[in-house]
């Protein structure tokens, strides 16, 4: 189970789910440069080395590996991996080289440890629409398992960056993941228009206070394409700002609600 540290219940979770998948259970932690821009956080991402050992072993872990940025990536190291098309949307724009980053640094984990199963959450949606598709294309002996995203009680998506909010942040943060639920519900009650739901979704975002909307998007939900109907399996993604904190979260359309 790849991760980038700072854990939490989130990441327990997903720990757990790893270990009812397999007898042993390797979690990394490693904030891995190649994924930032140079206007990100990778200087203030928190780094919590210690807590995360007592979260990692309570959850279950049977090893935790700790890479240096100079193991994974030494001098002159030139190799990348990408997945075309399916980094153009969404978050991919929007933070360039970003899924490349990821994608190079978990081949390399995967090629490391050698797992028979790999487990990710769903909340970082795109990025496993992506891993999985590297998977199958570069035919690695992977499973991939993917865990529906863990909430807080209020619904508010668990995330390393939710530390980065202030009170007032924190209080209105759940309306991203309402705004998310009444889209669902409107498509199951009937409203198939694309460009309706991703409007309303709009809206809803925009309501919340101090809000700035980066994106919010309805797309095939496994190729992440543009779709004009509900006639498949969609994912509605959004991507808000709340003061210099940006948080994503999404949900499935067309799917039993969650």
């Known amino acids: 189970m790849p991760t980038m540290g700072a854990l939490h219940a989130g990441h327990a979770e997903l720990i757990?789910?790893?270990?009812?998948?397999a007898d042993y259970v390797v979690v990394s932690i490693f904030v891995n440069p190649t994924q930032f821009g140079p206007n990100e956080d990778l200087a203030r991402?928190?780094?919590?080395?210690?807590?995360?050992?007592?979260?990692?072993?309570?959850?279950?872990?049977?090893?935790?590996f700790t890479p240096t940025a100079q193991e994974m990536y030494p001098p002159g190291a030139l190799a990348y991996v990408e997945v075309p098309q399916l980094d153009a949307v969404l978050c991919g724009p929007r933070r360039p080289g970003h899924f490349r980053g990821v994608c190079t640094v978990v081949l390399k984990l995967f090629h490391i440890v050698q797992p028979n199963v790999a487990v990710f959450g769903q909340k970082d949606a795109q990025q496993s629409i992506i891993l999985?598709?590297?998977?199958?294309?570069?035919?690695?002996?992977?499973?991939?398992?993917?865990?529906?995203?863990?909430?807080e009680p209020d619904g508010l998506a668990m995330s390393s960056r939710?530390?980065?909010?202030?009170?007032?942040?924190?209080?209105?943060?759940?309306?991203?993941?309402?705004?998310?639920?009444?889209?669902?519900?409107?498509?199951?009650?009937?409203e198939h228009d694309v460009a309706k739901l991703e409007?309303?979704?709009r809206t809803e975002l925009e309501a919340i206070?101090?809000?700035?909307?980066?994106?919010?998007?309805?797309l095939d939900a496994t190729m992440l394409a543009s779709i004009t109907s509900l006639d498949r399996p969609a994912l509605a993604a959004v991507a808000?700002?709340?003061?210099?904190?940006?948080?994503?979260?999404?949900?499935?359309?067309n799917a039993e609600p969650s």
């Open 16 to 21: 757990r789910r790893a270990k009812s998948e």
């Open 209 to 218: 206070p101090g809000a700035r909307v980066d994106y919010a998007n309805i």
């Open 199 to 201: 409007a309303n979704l």
């Open 162 to 190: 939710n530390r980065y909010l202030n009170e007032a942040e924190r209080a209105v943060a759940p309306h991203i993941y309402k705004a998310l639920r009444m889209v669902q519900e409107q498509a199951h009650a009937g």
């Open 240 to 253: 808000v700002y709340l003061g210099q904190t940006r948080l994503i979260d999404n949900i499935m359309l």
């Open 45 to 64: 991402y928190p780094r919590t080395l210690e807590a995360d050992r007592i979260i990692a072993t309570e959850a279950g872990a049977d090893l935790i």
């Open 132 to 151: 999985i598709k590297m998977v199958r294309d570069l035919d690695l002996p992977v499973r991939m398992v993917i865990v529906p995203t863990v909430r």
